[in-house]
């Protein structure tokens, strides 16, 4: 791949993760019931987004440019929304997850074990408590298993 497509794409996928990024908090803090602000994320997707855009517009696309058989659009805006839909499931050898996918649903199928009733105890008891003292007890218990002990 050319360094334009490659730079593109770089650009693109940056965008896209901090989009991501921004909108998980966004989820996160609505989970602990507060009210939704702009941080620092909303800060990063803003100026990845103006970072493609102006590559975009630096690069003075032809008409005819393709990247994985897309043709993209000569306005800016779309193109760079058209880049954001094709960066995350494409690497350099294809697409990543969607041929996976199948075989990861069917893998949780056969092998999952079903839930005991001691662990739908604790899926109940989690389940009651407020939003943040369930993200205190989950990283506590993500903390214990990461450093067991002796």
């Not at 970072?51 to 994985?68: E, G, K, N, S, V």
């Not at 993209?72 to 805006?77: A, K, M, R, V």
């Not at 954001?84 to 996976?100: M, N, S, V």
């Not at 893998?107 to 079903?114: D, K, L, Q, T």
């Amino acid at each position: 791949m050319d360094p334009t497509r490659s730079m593109l794409l770089a650009l693109a996928k940056r965008a896209e993760e901090t989009r991501l990024d921004w909108q998980a908090g966004l989820a996160a803090v609505r989970a602990r019931g507060e009210t939704p602000h702009r941080n620092e994320a909303f800060a990063h997707h803003i100026q990845a987004n103006l970072c493609l855009l102006t590559a975009i517009t630096a690069a003075d696309l032809p008409a005819t440019f393709r990247i994985h058989d897309t043709t993209l659009s000569t306005d800016p805006i779309t193109a760079a929304q058209q880049l954001r839909d094709l960066a995350l499931p494409y690497d350099r050898h294809g697409p990543i997850e969607a041929t996976h996918e199948a075989a990861r649903q069917a893998y949780r199928e056969a092998f999952a074990e079903p839930i005991t009733a001691q662990e739908q105890q604790y899926v109940d008891l989690l389940a009651a408590l407020t939003p943040a003292r369930r993200d205190k007890v989950i990283a506590a218990a993500e903390e214990r298993a990461s450093h067991p002990r002796p």
